[in-house]
């Protein structure tokens, strides 16, 4: 082993202690709820509050919504724009990438401004319509994410030619997308899917501001309150952002087997 592959392995040694060791003294501590003894008083402790199976419920209905919109905006979006408007694609993908630069706090307080009570669209008037305006945000924060997914994986495909083959045979324009471009992008979509999983999951700034019960603000809330319960809940939520990160890696070797295969 040469002097460069030495250092290579010394960078991920101290990198992995950097993230292991906080995470370790996390869980440890979450296990001394019980004085003297370790146990899993506090995650049972969390598992029984109804409050947390209603957080996260809500949570992971807002996900699911979240994703599946999402995924009907961005992938016909990002089919019309290779299809028949590439000169614009720099802009769409500029556009996609403003969530990253502006604060969620200045993004609900827009929502707020233009969709209060007593505007044209009144989001905030009902609790239905403010969960929809929630998902609208989730939407946006999510939108590089799940727009540079597609794009990756769009870009793996050729999109004139699947197109002409599927006119040529009467496909309509539904058929067409539903048909030949998402099964052919599945991999793209999925990828971006997990990812705005994670992130509505953990959000805590939008549904706050929204007054909506998600599993951010109930997560900021036994911080504040409790003190063995917010490291459980902390190694929950890591462990389910780390199953979307698998599940993510294993969609992607799938994908790469079936195209070998292929």
């Avoid at 040469?2 to 990198?15: L, R």
């Avoid at 996390?26 to 109804?50: I, Q």
């Avoid at 802009?91 to 502006?102: D, G, H, K, Q, T």
């Avoid at 990756?152 to 496909?171: F, H, K, P, Y």
Wanted: charge should be positive; aromatic fraction near 14%; glycine fraction near 6%.
């Amino acid at each position: 082993m040469n002097a460069k592959n030495i250092g290579a392995w010394f960078a991920v040694f101290i990198g992995s202690l950097y993230f292991i060791v906080p995470l370790i003294g996390t869980f440890e501590f979450s296990l001394r709820m019980r004085r003297g003894e370790y146990s899993f008083d506090a995650y049972r402790s969390v598992f029984s509050d109804v409050n947390f199976h209603e957080s996260f419920s809500y949570s992971i209905v807002m996900a699911l919504l979240t994703i599946f919109f999402g995924m009907l905006l961005v992938v016909p979006t990002a089919y019309w724009v290779r299809l028949r408007l590439p000169q614009i694609r720099p802009v769409v993908e500029f556009l996609s990438l403003m969530p990253l630069v502006i604060p969620a706090i200045v993004v609900v307080f827009g929502y707020l401004r233009l969709y209060n009570s007593s505007s044209l669209i009144p989001f905030t008037g009902t609790t239905r319509g403010t969960d929809a305006l929630l998902m609208f945000a989730f939407m946006t924060l999510s939108l590089p994410y799940m727009y540079r997914a597609v794009d990756t994986a769009m870009r793996a495909i050729d999109v004139n030619t699947l197109t002409e083959a599927a006119q040529s045979l009467g496909a309509s324009w539904p058929m067409i997308m539903f048909r030949c471009i998402f099964p052919n992008v599945m991999s793209g979509v999925l990828s971006g899917s997990f990812i705005t999983f994670a992130i509505v999951i953990g959000e805590f700034t939008l549904p706050s501001l929204l007054n909506r019960p998600a599993f951010g603000p109930y997560l900021q809330l036994i911080g504040a309150n409790r003190a063995y319960e917010p490291p459980a809940l902390a190694i929950i939520a890591f462990a389910v952002t780390w199953l979307s990160m698998g599940l993510i890696q294993l969609v992607s070797r799938l994908s790469r087997s079936s195209a070998r295969l292929a």
